[in-house]
């Protein structure tokens, strides 16, 4: 058939009726017009599967709020509890708090949840809520038999006959580890939340949490990293004695006072007792001449900062901010006055802190009969002593056996073991208690605690990764007028990124808080040496800056009756500078010192570290994006 007769053959066949396509063609018309039915009703039931996953979502929601703010409420009530003594209470509290927490995960974690989280918007949120919420219940679930432990022990039994509880000690500490270690998982959980597109409560709720893990964790740590070793430290394997200064906040040195009082503290299976006592009296205070035949070695360039009497008298040890050092030089003038005792660490204490420990014994009174509180203590031994007893060696046997009555109290008298703690951590906080270990490891481990540890921690080092200013201070004048003195430091860094550097300041602000009147009724001993118509003292300032920084300057911003820049160098791995001030009673003097750095550091958070004074130092930092003027 030719190519014509072939298409011509087609033609004809494809315009006859065909009846099994007509049957088809009827069938996808039909077809065609179920179709938009179809599609609708499947739309239909989507959209009432999502109304109903979304009431579902939203009532889940709602208890998990719920669940949430009632388990942070049942949490404050652990603490108040145990406190006031109901320690079953506190248990069921906590319970309570953990249920509710893992009815909060439950809730989170059904199918409907689950769909939710997929969803625009508001799948972040829903994604945000769970890992809330199952942090917290797993964090109570963890804890749990820890804190059965502690609600289970009695405050008052942790010092018991005049020694720590070393086996209840002992049942905390063990689990101390593994809790610190989930509350970093949970810390990096929370950390892996994008807050950007959750909305306020929700991003409220995340930064919540952090931030208690934050205010929890550091406490942690240093518990787990020093609990192993505490109970070596507290003589569990065999006595160990500890040298303790007791630091006159009155005459300011660095690290917080004269050290008129030295303590030899003997610990036995957590017993506590005080071997033997000095005082500033007890020792040569001008040994050795010349520093380089100084009580002990000292950091290199420690000279060219600090006066050469830093190692040269008893009295100005504490002068220098590093307690490693101070530990050497305290170890050195005791066996030089004669003691023989091998010295396993040395603390420092001050009468502020020691108001602070009268807050758990409760009034103490001394062989003299006088009564020592939490509120009389400070006046008592660094104000009124001197209107009472006019000769120095007299002032100093009432100084060393005021801290002596209330040690003493410690450990033969009921203490409130809650307050006690609150005591201690308070003073280290304020760097008024300081601890250095001859026990290589016990030292390592004091590197989480740069409070207690009584150092400048290098930049960059710790949790928060900071960098680091230090302002001391220092009496010249030989008096104990800084009972009446108060100071106020601010730290700034200013990046300026025209020239690339940055700049830190410092001001510096003493304040006399009597007037002249008033300083003429003062004993003779309180008042600077010389007649009392001299009418000024002095105080050196010892401040550094950053590591890498250079000291370009001083200006004075308030006057005083003189301030210049006496001594800079570099020592403790950093720029120091000497500031010599000389004020009149009833004045305000304010230096600003200044330190360079190459390069523009703004990330880190910036610290300043001050002398603990009898009067708190209000000390505050801050971070300006443009240059210093």
């Known amino acids: 058939m030719g190519t014509l007769e072939g298409m011509t053959h087609a033609l004809e066949t494809d315009a006859m009726p065909h009846p099994r396509r007509d049957r088809r063609d009827r069938r996808a018309r039909r077809t065609r017009r179920r179709w938009p039915w ?16 979304g009431v579902q979502v939203v009532r889940h929601a709602f208890a998990t709020r719920d669940d949430l703010q009632q388990a942070k409420a049942q949490l404050s009530l652990v603490g108040d509890r145990y406190q006031s003594g109901d320690r079953s209470g506190a248990q069921h509290a906590y319970d309570q708090a953990r249920a509710l927490a893992g009815s909060a995960r439950d809730e989170t974690s059904g199918v409907s949840w689950t769909i939710g989280t997929a969803a625009p918007a508001l799948g972040a949120n829903l994604a945000a809520v769970r890992t809330v919420a199952d942090q917290t219940a797993g964090l109570l679930d963890d804890a749990a038999p820890l804190a059965g432990r502690i609600l289970a022990m009695d405050p008052d039994q942790l010092v018991h006959d005049g020694a720590l509880d070393m086996d209840g000690l002992e049942t905390i500490i063990d689990d101390l580890p593994a809790l610190d270690t989930r509350l970093s998982d949970a810390r990096d959980e929370l950390d892996a939340i994008d807050t950007d597109p959750l909305i306020s409560q929700v991003g409220d709720g995340v930064g919540e949490l952090r931030d208690q893990i934050d205010g929890l964790q550091p406490t942690v740590r240093q518990a787990a990293s020093l609990g192993s070793l505490l109970p070596g430290v507290l003589g569990a394997d065999g006595p160990k004695n500890y040298l303790l200064l007791f630091q006159n906040n009155a005459e300011v040195r660095s690290l917080g006072g004269n050290p008129a009082s030295l303590m030899l503290l003997r610990v036995e299976d957590g017993r506590l007792e005080i071997a033997d006592q000095k005082d500033s009296g007890s020792f040569n205070n001008n ?34 901010p590093d307690l490693p050092a101070v530990a050497a030089m305290a170890k050195g003038w005791w066996t030089e006055a004669g003691g023989t005792a091998q010295i396993d660490g040395v603390l420092t204490f001050d009468p502020v802190g020691l108001s602070y420990l009268l807050r758990a014994t409760g009034p103490v009174t001394m062989p003299n009969g006088d009564v020592l509180t939490s509120d009389n203590v400070v006046k008592t031994v660094l104000s009124d002593v001197y209107a009472r007893y006019p000769l120095p060696a007299a002032q100093d046997a009432y100084f060393a056996s005021a801290a002596a009555s209330v040690f003493n109290a410690l450990t033969t008298q009921k203490v409130d073991s809650g307050e006690m703690i609150a005591a201690l951590s308070q003073s280290i906080d304020e760097r008024r ?18 409070e207690l540890q009584g150092v400048i921690p290098d930049d960059g080092s710790g949790d928060d990764g900071a960098t680091r200013m230090a302002v001391y201070l220092w009496d010249t004048t030989g008096s104990k007028i800084d009972y009446h003195v108060t100071s106020s430091d601010v730290a700034r ?25 008033e300083a003429q009724q003062l004993p003779e001993y309180v008042l600077p040496d010389g007649p009392k118509s001299n009418q000024r003292f002095g105080t050196d300032i ?16 308030r006057g005083g009756l003189e301030q210049s ?9 950093r720029p120091g500078v000497r500031v010599v001030t000389q004020m009149a009673f009833g004045t305000t003097t304010t230096v600003r010192l200044t330190f360079v750095a190459d390069g523009v550091q703004d990330e880190s958070p910036l610290d300043l570290l001050t002398t603990p004074m009898v009067h708190p130092v209000e000390a505050s930092t801050e971070t300006l994006d443009h240059c210093a003027s």
């Open 38 to 53: 179809i599609i609708l009703a499947v739309v239909v039931v989507l959209i009432a599967a999502l109304v109903v996953i």
């Open 287 to 320: 040994y050795g001449g010349a520093h380089p035949n100084a009580i002990a070695e000292l950091p290199d360039g420690a000279y060219s900062v600090f006066v050469p009497n830093v190692s040269r008298f008893e009295m100005d040890m504490t002068g220098f």
């Open 433 to 450: 208690l300081l601890f250095w270990s001859a026990d290589a490891q016990v030292q390592q481990a004091l590197s989480v605690s740069p």
């Open 493 to 517: 860094r200013y990046t300026c990124s025209a020239d690339g550097s940055t700049t830190y300041t410092v001001d510096v602000t003493l304040t006399s808080t009597i007037t002249p009147e």
């Open 542 to 557: 010892y401040a550094f800056g950053p590591s890498g920084s250079r000291f370009t300057g001083m200006e004075v911003l």
């Open 565 to 573: 820049v006496s001594q800079q160098g570099e020592t403790l791995g």
